[in-house]
């Protein structure tokens, strides 16, 4: 039975196409850990709430191992990429309904196994200057 996709991606899809077609907002909840692409500073306790609206995300791409798109935190343009595993609900802003998902610690996927794109990611360290004459 392992053997057997995750049905995850599809619902996401899903839901998301169900708050799109009525008019809803579709907000995803998502479990950040080092595997997730999102501005840090809007984390509270491991998590953070993305809206998914058409108006809000650019270049939404809803895969079934990563869901990506473009948005803007404090007028800030920034790339969000997120592993499926790490969904924890996907909902209607307005009426609260959608379906939430269990998190699997072991399902994770670790940075190494990330995307071609997230591999080519140049670390991030503290920056320095040098004084050229």
Not at 47 to 76: K, M, P, T, Y
Not at 99 to 127: H, L, N, V
Request: glycine share 4%.
């Amino acid at each position: 039975m392992s053997d057997i996709p995750s049905n995850k991606p599809y619902l996401i899809r899903a839901l998301h196409q169900w708050c799109t077609d009525f008019g809803f907002t579709p907000f995803m909840a998502v479990f950040v850990d080092s595997s997730v692409e999102v501005p840090m500073e809007f984390v509270k306790k491991d998590e953070i709430v993305l809206n998914l609206s058409l108006e809000a995300c650019h270049q939404l791409n809803l895969d079934n191992d990563w869901i990506s798109f473009q948005a803007r935190f404090g007028g800030i343009p920034r790339k969000i990429m997120v592993p499926v595993s790490h969904v924890l609900a996907i909902y209607a802003r307005e009426n609260g309904q959608g379906m939430s998902f269990p998190f699997d610690a072991s399902q994770t996927i670790t940075p190494k196994q990330a995307s071609p794109e997230a591999a080519e990611k140049p670390k991030a360290g503290r920056p320095s200057l040098t004084i050229v004459k």
